[in-house]
């Protein structure tokens, strides 16, 4: 059999559309809603569907879970848009929706993004929820405790929907792969450790998977056998955020900078007052500088000299209000200050030790004990519950965890004994070892 050429695969429609799940059985992830006996899923399969709200990020199969429900309980299914449905739009198909009542069909009504709706428009579903014209099934990224009207609210179950693990959304790309509406009928060659890129890259959100995976594919060069091979540059292309540095001097201007920088880092007080004067001299803007200064402060000084930081800012002021020539003299004070200060570079070390798990891991949720609950709704799904006033207790200290659970006894900021820094150090080792000794007592 001839193998068919990408190329001859309409795609017209995104793949993210073509793979969109039909049914219960395709749907990937939420499982706490969806799995064997779950409550979401007994609703459906008894079709006993009621009004409900689903609250969760983009991508999760909020949009999709509504299409299959009603698939699932046959039922009419519409939906509603924000920007284009009005009061008079609304009431007309609610009016259809009573008419289809008394022949016996189920109107499901779909709003997506159900928070851009204004209170006339969400005022609008009420009586025919009420009355149960309709069933309504919202979904929003928003806190429908904030965004959703009472009296509507009220009369909805709101289901909240996860982000996707990397799993979940690694079963969807390799779907996408072999399955006729996806790149079936080519054969993609791509290797799981790409896969897992793409799906890290996603942050949980499965459209956004589709999304990337579609341009890569689209985007690769078709081998002479119809196949096609997604290469490490392939992938690079579509995913790496590049930027570009603003370039006022070409290349010798970031190589100042730099030599004024490692100066003051290795503590050389004249060279990094000759770079500075090299910079001014060639009509370096003095403003730039300072923000360079102030930076250094907190990357190579930190808290082994809070004072560097106060330093680098008043100087920054300065070279506001007097400008040049007469601010070099500020200038030239801030980079003897900062080449004298003691160094640390922990705060710097500890922000990119966090970012690296930010931007390799899936975004985690707030743990439910250190959410704000200002709601009743908020209250019931135990927002907040278990929550350790700190100022309550005598040592002014808990034992509350408030990493995520994937990330408890994690470190990032390591206090060096440099300058100051060394009492951070001590007050820090104080603090962990009353949270061991009082976690062990409870």
């Known amino acids: 059999m001839e193998q068919t050429s990408l190329f001859e695969i309409s795609t017209n429609e995104p793949l993210a559309s073509r793979m969109r799940p039909r049914n219960l059985s395709e749907f990937v992830g939420q499982t706490h809603l969806l799995g064997e006996n779950k409550i979401l899923r007994k609703i459906i399969e008894s079709d006993n569907v009621s009004s409900m709200i689903f609250w969760g990020p983009p991508g999760?199969?909020?949009?999709?879970?509504?299409?299959?429900?009603?698939?699932?309980?046959?039922?009419?299914?519409?939906?509603?848009?924000?920007?284009?449905?009005?009061?008079?739009?609304?009431?007309?198909?609610?009016?259809?929706?009573?008419?289809?009542?008394?022949?016996?069909i189920k109107?499901?009504?779909?709003?997506?993004?159900?928070?851009?709706?204004?209170?006339?428009?969400?005022?609008?579903?009420?009586?025919?929820?009420?009355?149960?014209?309709?069933?309504?099934?919202?979904?929003?990224?928003?806190?429908?405790?904030?965004?959703?009207?009472?009296?509507?609210?009220?009369?909805?179950?709101?289901?909240?929907?996860?982000?996707?693990?990397?799993?979940?959304?690694?079963?969807?790309?390799?779907?996408?792969i072999s399955d006729e509406r996806g790149f079936g009928q080519v054969k993609i060659n791509i290797s799981d450790e790409y896969l897992k890129v793409i799906a890290n890259f996603a942050n949980g959100d499965a459209r956004s998977a589709l999304t990337t995976l579609d341009m890569i594919v689209t985007n690769s060069d078709e081998n002479e056998d119809g196949s096609i091979t997604i290469t490490k540059n392939n992938i690079e292309e579509c995913i790496t955020k590049k930027t570009l540095l603003y370039d006022k001097n070409g290349e010798e201007h970031y190589n100042i900078i730099s030599a004024l920088h490692k100066s003051m880092r290795n503590s050389d007080p004249d060279a990094a007052v000759y770079w500075l004067a090299r910079m001014l001299e060639a009509g370096e803007d003095p403003i730039y500088i300072a923000r360079r200064i102030t930076r250094f402060a907190s990357e190579d000084i930190g808290l082994a000299d809070t004072n560097a930081l106060n330093v680098a800012i008043n100087v920054y002021h300065a070279c506001h209000f007097i400008g040049m020539p007469e601010c070099n003299v500020h200038l030239t004070e801030a980079v003897i200050y900062m080449s004298l200060?003691?160094?640390?570079?922990?705060?710097?070390?500890?922000?990119?030790?966090?970012?690296?798990?930010?931007?390799?891991?899936?975004?985690?949720?707030?743990?439910?004990?250190?959410?704000?609950?200002?709601?009743?709704?908020?209250?019931?799904?135990?927002?907040?519950?278990?929550?350790?006033?700190?100022?309550?207790?005598?040592?002014?200290?808990?034992?509350?965890?408030?990493?995520?659970?994937?990330?408890?006894?994690?470190?990032?900021?390591?206090?060096?004994?440099?300058?100051?820094?060394?009492?951070?150090?001590?007050?820090?080792?104080?603090?962990?070892?009353?949270k061991k000794t009082h976690q062990n007592t409870k």
């Open 107 to 176: 109107t499901i009504v779909f709003v997506d993004e159900i928070h851009r709706f204004n209170k006339a428009q969400q005022d609008a579903f009420l009586p025919f929820v009420e009355k149960g014209s309709i069933v309504l099934i919202g979904a929003t990224t928003e806190n429908p405790s904030f965004e959703i009207n009472n009296a509507l609210l009220s009369r909805c179950r709101v289901f909240v929907l996860k982000e996707l693990s990397n799993e979940d959304i690694l079963i969807l790309l390799k779907r996408a």
């Open 341 to 434: 200060a003691p160094k640390s570079n922990a705060c710097d070390i500890a922000y990119q030790l966090a970012s690296a798990d930010a931007k390799k891991m899936l975004a985690e949720p707030v743990p439910l004990v250190i959410r704000n609950a200002p709601t009743k709704l908020m209250k019931e799904l135990n927002y907040g519950k278990g929550y350790q006033y700190a100022h309550d207790s005598k040592d002014k200290l808990t034992t509350m965890e408030c990493l995520p659970p994937s990330l408890l006894g994690k470190t990032y900021y390591h206090p060096t004994i440099q300058g100051n820094e060394i009492r951070f150090k001590q007050r820090l080792e104080q603090i962990k070892e009353w």
């Open 60 to 104: 999760v199969g909020k949009t999709t879970l509504a299409r299959i429900i009603a698939r699932e309980t046959k039922s009419e299914f519409i939906t509603f848009s924000a920007v284009t449905s009005g009061i008079k739009e609304i009431k007309k198909v609610m009016e259809d929706a009573d008419n289809n009542k008394k022949l016996g």
